[in-house]
């Protein structure tokens, strides 16, 4: 039946433009070819309805109902169809027009090798992208940091495609310290997913985190007053977020193994780094968005606090200089001396 359709279409362009085209003339002559290609673009145009079909449930599926979740899925699988369609439309065009199906798949067996060789990186990036999409380990509105020669990367995942993740670098503590810049959107090869340290803020159900403020105390600091001062005020600030963060983990449990999560907030002392002092570290729950206002607020709360009391001494790196006058300083050496 193919057969006869494809020479009857054959006869309508020879009966149009005449017998001398030696491309109708081929074509006659070969219906079989037309007949191929009627097979391709029958095939191809049901792959396309097809994930045009699969696209719009998804679609559908996503916009009724308002979860976080279900638009990544529908995202990764707009992405997977684009690419299942091209790779099909492919197998579909070889499998026709190759006689012999096993010589066929052994010649794109060595040219799939010869570019896997000479496009390692690309490759791998596509490997990198598959794995991504299918244990949902980075996903749209993630902020990540790669940390690539000891210099982080860090942004908010705006786009995943085949072969690069691009971020948005925004304003956070590594900006401060490292880039003194913000505000840049970032393009990440896939493949650094693999081959260098990843870190995800928000994966999953987090989207909180633990941060360190760290205050220099001098050795005759009342530690026990510091420390009921400093805890009052973290407790106020940040307390509100260790319940969401608990939640937060335990929906983990459900995916990874992991024990009881530690109570937060706490306030440890050990020695400074220099060995002049005490340092007090300030460990605290904070919305991964919320790290600098947190941050700041409690910064500036403790400080304060800490400054009014007699018996409680903050370290500053530096020399301090006290000029006085004669009379002062008579006083001075009266008390030192006990005349």
Known sequence: MKKYIATALCGVPVAVMGEENPLLKHLVTHPQEVERALVVAGSIGLLYGFMVLVRHLAYRYATQVENEERSQRYFAIKKLSNILFVILSVLIIALVYTKNLAQGMAVFGVIGA????????????????????????????????????????????????????????????????????????????????????????????????????????????????????????????????????????????????????TNYPKVVFYPSFKGDGVTMGIWYVTPYREILRLKSELTKQVIGRLRAEEDIHLMYTGASMYLETSAKKEELVSKLTGH
């Open 114 to 261: 010869g570019l896997t060789i000479v496009l390692k990186e690309l490759v791998l990036s596509m490997v990198s992208w598959m794995m991504m999409m299918a244990s949902s380990s980075i996903r749209l509105g993630d902020r990540i940091k790669i940390d690539k020669d000891g210099k982080p990367i860090i942004g908010d995942v705006i786009d995943i495609s085949l072969t690069k993740i691009t971020l948005y670098e925004n304003i956070t503590n590594d900006s401060i310290t490292d880039h003194k810049k913000a505000g840049r959107i970032i393009f990440v090869p896939n493949y650094f997913m693999l081959t260098h340290d990843v870190y995800n803020y928000t994966h999953l159900s987090m989207k909180t985190i633990i941060d360190l403020v760290e205050i220099n105390l001098s050795f005759d600091t009342n530690i026990e007053k510091t420390e009921a001062i400093t805890f009052e005020i973290v407790e106020s600030i940040s307390g509100r977020y260790t319940d969401m963060a608990k939640r937060q983990y335990d929906m983990l449990k459900d995916k990874y193994t992991l024990r009881n999560m």
